[in-house]
C-alpha cells in the first residue's frame, strides 16, 4: 500500500490541525494504521494507532486528550485531528500500515511508511 500525508503547517500553541494520509494500491480496510512523529535529534516515536475498523484506538500519553485518530475506510483515508497543539508537537508526522487486523506501537510491526508532514507549532 502506498501513503501519502498530507495537512500539515505552521500554527500557534492552543491551535488546531487535522493531517490525512491517502492509501492507494492496497485494501485500505485490510490494514492497521499509525501515526508517527520524529522530531529533529529525535528518534522517531509513536503517536497514535487505530484498528482495520476504527474500534480499537491507541495514543501515546503525551498526546492522549488532544489527539484524535480516526479513518474512513470507503475514501481509503487515516485522520489525526490534533488540537491544543504545544510547541512540543512540532515534528515532522508520519502515517504507517501494518499489515493484518490486530492494533500494534512499535515502528518495527509497520511495513509501509508515507512520506511525512511538518507540523510546527509555535510558541
Known amino acids: 500500500v502506498q501513503l501519502q500525508a498530507s495537512g500539515g503547517g505552521l500554527v500557534q500553541a492552543g491551535g488546531s490541525l487535522r493531517l490525512s494520509c491517502a492509501a492507494s494500491?492496497?485494501?485500505?480496510?485490510?490494514?492497521?494504521m499509525g501515526w508517527f512523529r520524529q522530531a529533529p535529534g529525535k528518534e522517531r516515536e509513536f503517536v497514535a494507532a487505530?484498528?482495520?475498523?476504527?474500534?480499537?484506538?491507541y495514543y501515546s500519553d503525551s498526546v492522549k486528550g488532544r489527539f484524535t485518530i480516526s479513518r474512513d475506510n470507503a475514501k481509503n483515508t487515516l485522520y489525526l485531528q490534533m488540537n491544543s497543539l504545544k510547541p512540543e508537537d512540532t515534528a515532522v508526522y508520519y502515517c504507517?500500515?501494518?499489515?493484518?487486523?490486530?492494533?500494534?506501537?512499535?515502528?518495527?510491526?509497520?511495513?509501509?511508511w508515507g512520506q511525512g508532514t511538518q507540523v510546527t507549532v509555535s510558541s
Open positions: 487505530i484498528n482495520w475498523n476504527g474500534g480499537s484506538k
Open positions: 494500491g492496497g485494501t485500505f480496510s485490510n490494514y492497521v
Open positions: 504507517a500500515a501494518k499489515g493484518g487486523r490486530f492494533a500494534a506501537t512499535r515502528e518495527a510491526d509497520f511495513g509501509s
